[in-house]
């Protein structure tokens, strides 16, 4: 795996425990204590999204637009 | 009649495809674009003097001394400061407020006021001075539509209120606050007042005489003039009495050796508050911003862009899905606005698609306006979208933008 961002490291452990998340989602999961550790960046989560679209671009989530916006998922090993 | 497209013709930005599309920038208030003018201006400091000011007596350093001096007094005349002595170079409006807010004399439990609009650079520093030295911090809500009653100011401003610090132009709803008044009602108790004019500057004409502030923070990045370049604007009184915010080189008059001690004096303003070597094509490039505005002229800008924002509050209004934020009238605010669409859960998911899809650049999240969002129950990971108009904006913009948002509820319902 490339070497990537603390931010891109907390969105990866974020949607590795939970799945396919909305983008809220993933910005609330950031405010959890559990992923404090990690994802320590500002409130508004804008960083956090540039760090999203990072992984997309490096190939190690997809992204979505639907109902409610955007969903983000884990590219599976076996894709 | 100004001729609005020779203007846009001026930025060379616009001219990028990407995706093979046009783009159309909407965030200006957070980063303005850059005439060629401004470039040139910089780019002619690098190429042809790029030494010292102040201190090299050759004829480069002469040369940037000349438009280093030139260029404080086109910020001043941008402003109508009584003296260009009263303009410090800053690295940004953030800088500009922390200096006053550490660098005052205010009495020991005495009490600053603020506001709940605020952008954060205008309360931290006020809240943090009062931290330190046991002063009282009273913060006045805005209404949720981002407007003030002057009646709340006339409660909070007493006799012990020292300092009163308002944003003139909210980076959020866009709604100018009546800091004419505010100052008014702040000198007769015998309080200072700083305006943050980071997003009005830019965008109207500014007389800081005529408003009679105390101090003024601008940004330059906004205005068409390079990044990483602020001003403070203060009363050559106060900049006189207040306390460094940096020392060094360039801030003294002299540096005694006595008895094993060091003893500096130092200047006057500005070069107190100048500390070190400074950012010489960044203040030139602030120079040329301002001839550039002045030469559009502030208030054909501040018309155009009320045409615009007039566009798009109506298109706005007309979408049901859309809620904005603040007053839907052109006429209380500066040329941005704030919105949120029903059927996407996170502003983040709008920017990301306008940009994506349409290449339209709009910013989203909290605008560094916590308190505001908090206000209206808006939590920061949802935040808001904000598009923010300037000079080199057009109606097709507008047209583009509200297309894309019709198209964006059709998508996400």
């Known amino acids: ?79 | 009649m100004t001729d609005w497209a020779r203007i846009r013709s001026d930025f060379p930005t616009l001219r990028r495809m990407i995706r093979g599309r046009p783009i159309v920038y909407l965030d200006s208030a957070c980063m303005s674009l850059k005439p060629k003018q401004v470039l040139a201006a910089m780019n002619e400091y690098y190429e042809m003097y790029p030494a010292c000011g102040g201190r090299s007596l050759h004829t480069l350093g002469q040369e940037v001394s000349r438009a280093y001096s030139a260029a404080r007094e086109k910020l001043a005349g941008f402003i109508n400061a009584s003296r260009p002595e009263e303009c410090i170079w800053t690295r940004n409006a953030t800088e500009s407020l922390n200096i006053v807010a550490n660098c005052v004399a205010l009495p020991k439990g005495s009490k600053v006021i603020t506001t709940s609009l605020e952008h954060h650079s205008g309360s931290l520093p006020f809240v943090e001075r009062a931290k330190r030295d046991g002063l009282r911090l009273e913060v006045v809500n805005a209404k949720n539509d981002g407007t003030f009653d002057i009646e709340d100011w006339k409660r909070a401003i007493d006799g012990n209120t020292s300092l009163v610090s308002v944003v003139h132009s909210s980076n959020v709803t866009g709604t100018i606050a009546p800091i004419r008044e505010i100052a008014e009602l702040a000198h007769d108790k015998g309080a200072l007042i700083v305006s943050d004019d980071a997003q009005y500057a830019p965008h109207h004409p500014l007389d800081v005489q005529k408003l009679g502030v105390d101090f003024s923070a601008i940004s330059i990045h906004k205005m068409c003039g390079p990044t990483g370049m602020g001003v403070l604007y203060g009363r050559m009184e106060l900049l006189e009495s207040m306390r460094m915010f940096l020392t060094g080189g360039d801030t003294v008059r002299d540096v005694r050796y006595e008895n094993g001690q060091i003893l500096p004096t130092y200047l006057p303003p500005p070069a107190k508050f100048e500390a070190g070597l400074q950012n010489y094509a960044g203040a030139i490039g602030s120079g040329a911003a301002a001839d550039y505005l002045k030469a559009v002229g502030m208030d054909q800008i501040e018309q155009h862009e009320k045409s615009l924002l007039s566009s798009a509050l109506r298109g706005l209004s007309d979408i049901e899905a859309v809620q904005i934020i603040g007053p839907a009238d052109a006429s209380k605010k500066t040329g941005l606005v704030a919105f949120r669409v029903r059927t996407v859960e996170s502003a983040h998911d709008v920017a990301s698609y306008l940009n994506e899809e349409y290449n339209i650049m709009c910013r989203s999240g909290w605008h560094c306006a916590g308190p505001y969002h908090y206000q209206l129950g808006i939590q920061p990971t949802m935040g808001t979208v904000r598009a923010s108009f300037y000079l080199y904006n057009s109606q097709n913009d507008v047209k583009a933008l509200l297309g894309a948002i019709r198209a964006l509820v059709e998508a996400s319902s």
């Open chain 1, 1 to 79: 795996m490339p070497a990537v961002s603390r931010n891109a490291e907390c969105v990866l452990r974020i949607l590795r425990n939970t799945g396919n998340l909305t983008t809220a989602g993933i910005l609330e999961a950031a405010r959890r204590p559990e992923n404090a550790d990690i994802c320590s960046d500002c409130a508004g989560g804008d960083s956090f999204v540039v760090a999203a679209n990072e992984l997309v671009e490096l190939g190690l989530i997809t992204r979505r637009f639907g109902k409610g916006g955007y969903r983000w998922q884990l590219v599976s090993v076996s894709e």
